[in-house]
């Protein structure tokens, strides 16, 4: 292909690719399939690997980071960065927009003020020249920032070539650099995954996720942008309002809040803090306020500045996060997976907007460490605008009473106590030497793990109850119809069709599913029952070696370990689980039900070929969800683990695979994409036939 052509063939698929990403990352509004995205992506990176002078600095493909840095530089603003003056209450909302009046000379009417959250996320400047993004710079103390700009290139919610058109030739855009709730929580599941330290928030993990020296580890991770004003070349823009800036700036293809609007006086600004204020548990990102500027940019530049904050704008701050309050009690809760946790009961106490009387401590050591007792003051914290949490005690005023020398003090309560049986159950709460958590032993008797155990009792991997989800689980729960596992065997007709949203004809259908999941398999079983650390792969091993529940249920500690995979850890949750009393009665109930299986026989019978065979996927693969490939690898013996290690023999990886491709070629693991394990799989089946034959 002649060389002018491949140029205009590289220059359409940037343009494409672009307003792909601007559709996907900044209008939430996906045009095409991901497929075809990737086969866009793909043709273009060949192409510059061929012809790398076709890499322009616009293009989509640079996303994916750079080498490492040894330093950030420093980038002194063109305009500098200033912070906001914080306002807390009606009051000085009222005062700020006196002074507004006061300075622009209004002596009647209303002010009109652009208002919009204020982000809680690392203010960030990008500079444009000629439409193409050439430099970004943290805030910094407002006057010099750090350049990183390799690292913003690989957030996709900014635009690399600006579109439309009447942008100055060079422009300076202000935002914020953060991560969406639903990005944060899923980053966490992967360190978690990954056996790595969490963030404690979203702020915290956009911010160092934007600090790394090695851009790539930036572009693995979930950050977004949204803009919120102009430094360098707002003179040039000809607009009349903050607002028509918003607008500007949405046109030429970054992303703008969709709260933002327009109000007018005091009153407008306190409604619209009380409306985003109810908004704000609800929002996708995280906000500690809203933000108000004069509307008209002339009154902005009369208003001017005041030492290192503009007049023209303030930031009104949602109540305060901490409060101190008494702890009247400590009580225990027991979750769904049977996690007994302390908390403290508290004198009804306003903190971040809401009145708080319940307050988490964690775990037992959490108590002990930061020795909270009945009757201390204590400071609370509204934790990720949800948990609150009791951040310290405030020793000056604990309750002290005199000690057994007449000039010492002690305090008046004792330290908490574990209890050592379960308040909703009364089966024996235990905690392992090396865990922080103590758990009830109750398992399926258990009253507060009643409806985890029968969600998962019922899911597609366990025994396969067609129609049973969680809806359902807490109507039967709540109205008191099903106790334990075995009481799903005994519902009737009438009394399923009577439920809230159940027809007869749903009612037959959960009916027959449920008589349909008695014909399982042991494995299935033992996946069923919802032990503690036994999932799919290990009720297997543990359905391959025993055969039947009879010497399951016989097997110590010693022959537990005897299967693969299973050592102290998983043959303690075993013996503790089927040991109680309580379970082993529900292991009684359901094979009196009718539950059953072929007995005395391994549950797969043919070869495995790929035992002792360890695989990690990572990644999305092309056409085979994640379920499906670790069902393939399973069924021939392999072993699918959740992190990269050393012990690792393959890596499968798909779009995306982010750390774990990176741990696996540091490591020099084989990496190898979705044909080629399924060309694996079937080398492996052919062997067999070849062997049976």
């Not at 439409?131 to 390799?150: H, L, N, S, Y």
């Not at 019922?458 to 689980?473: F, H, N, P, Q, Y």
């Not at 399951?552 to 043959?571: C, R, S, Y």
């Amino acid at each position: 292909m002649p060389l002018e052509l491949v140029e205009e063939r590289a220059a359409k698929l940037r343009a494409e690719i672009e307003r792909h990403n601007h559709a996907y990352y900044v209008l939430d509004a996906p045009t095409i399939p991901d497929a075809e995205y990737d086969r866009l992506f793909r043709e273009l990176q060949a192409l510059e690997a061929e012809f790398p002078a076709l890499q322009t600095s616009d293009s989509p493909t640079l996303r994916v980071g750079a080498p490492p840095l040894k330093e950030f530089p420093s980038v002194v603003h063109g305009v500098p960065m200033l912070s906001l003056n914080n306002a807390f209450a009606e009051a000085e909302v009222a005062a700020f927009d006196a002074r507004v009046r006061e300075g622009i000379e209004l002596t009647s009417g209303e002010v009109d003020y652009a208002v919009e959250p204020k982000f809680d996320g690392l203010a960030i400047s990008l500079t444009y020249r000629d439409g193409v993004f050439v430099r970004g710079a943290t805030r910094g103390d407002g006057a010099t920032g750090e350049e990183v700009t390799e690292n913003l290139r690989t957030v996709r919610a900014i635009p690399l070539r600006l579109v439309g058109q009447g942008w100055p030739a060079e422009l300076e855009v202000r935002g914020e650099v953060l991560m969406l709730k639903a990005d944060f929580e899923r980053l966490n599941a992967h360190q978690r995954e990954k056996n790595e330290k969490e963030f404690a928030n979203p702020r915290n993990a956009a911010a160092g996720s934007l600090r790394q020296l090695d851009s790539r580890i930036t572009a693995g991770r979930p950050l977004s942008f949204f803009a919120y004003g102009v430094g360098v070349g707002a003179n040039q823009l000809a607009a009349r309002t903050q607002d028509e800036i918003m607008l500007r700036l949405a046109g030429w293809g970054f992303p703008v809040a969709s709260e933002r609007r327009v109000v007018s006086g005091v009153a407008g600004l306190m409604a619209y803090f009380a409306e985003v204020g109810n908004r704000r548990p609800s929002l996708p990102y995280d906000i500690d306020g809203v933000v108000y500027k004069v509307n008209r940019l002339a009154w902005q530049d009369q208003l001017g500045f005041v030492s290192r904050a503009p007049r023209f704008a303030i930031a009104h701050k949602f109540p305060a996060e901490e409060a101190t309050t008494e702890v009247l009690a400590i009580d225990v809760q027991v979750g769904r997976t049977g996690a007994i946790t302390p908390v403290a009961r508290l004198k009804p106490v306003f903190v971040g907007g809401v009145t708080v009387t319940n307050a988490t401590l964690h775990n037992e050591d959490e108590v002990r460490r930061k020795d909270v007792r009945v009757g201390d003051t204590v400071i609370v914290r509204r934790a990720g605008d949800v948990i609150p949490e009791v951040v310290a005690i405030v020793p000056e005023k604990r309750p002290m009473r005199s000690g057994r020398d007449l000039f010492e003090l002690e305090p008046l309560h004792p330290c908490f106590i574990l209890p050592a049986i379960c308040p909703e159950c009364g089966s024996a709460v235990e905690k392992p030497a090396d865990e922080a958590i103590a758990r009830c032993t109750g398992g399926l008797y258990c009253p507060a793990q009643r409806k985890q155990a029968l969600w998962h009792f019922a899911s597609r991997r366990a025994m396969d109850i067609e129609g049973l989800g969680d809806k359902l689980v807490e109507q039967l729960v709540d109205a008191g119809l099903v106790h334990t596992l075995a009481d799903l065997y005994q519902l009737n007709l009438a009394t399923l069709a009577g439920l809230e949203r159940m027809g007869e004809k749903s009612a037959q259908n959960l009916l027959a599913a449920i008589e349909g999941s008695k014909n399982s398999t042991f494995a299935r079983f033992i996946y069923a029952l919802g032990i503690r650390n036994v999932g799919e792969a290990t009720a297997r091993d543990l359905a391959r070696h025993f055969g039947n529940l009879e010497h399951l249920l016989a097997a110590d500690e010693a022959a537990l370990q005897q299967v693969p995979d299973v050592g102290p850890v998983v043959a303690a949750s075993l013996l503790a689980f089927l040991h109680e009393p309580h379970n082993r009665s529900v292991i009684e109930k359901l094979l009196a039900a009718g539950v059953h299986w072929p007995q005395g026989e391994p549950e797969t019978a043919g070869p495995r070929p790929l035992a002792g065979k360890t695989f990690v996927l990572t990644g999305t693969l092309p056409t085979l969800k994640r379920d499906d490939a670790k069902a393939l690898i399973e069924a021939v013996g392999g072993k699918v683990a959740g992190s990269v290690s050393k012990k690792t023999d393959y890596v499968v990886a798909g779009e995306e695979a982010g750390s774990k491709l990176e741990k696996a070629q540091e490591l020099g693991v084989a990496v190898i994409d979705e044909g080629q394990l399924m060309v694996l799989l079937a080398e492996i089946g052919a062997q067999n036939l070849m062997t049976r034959n």
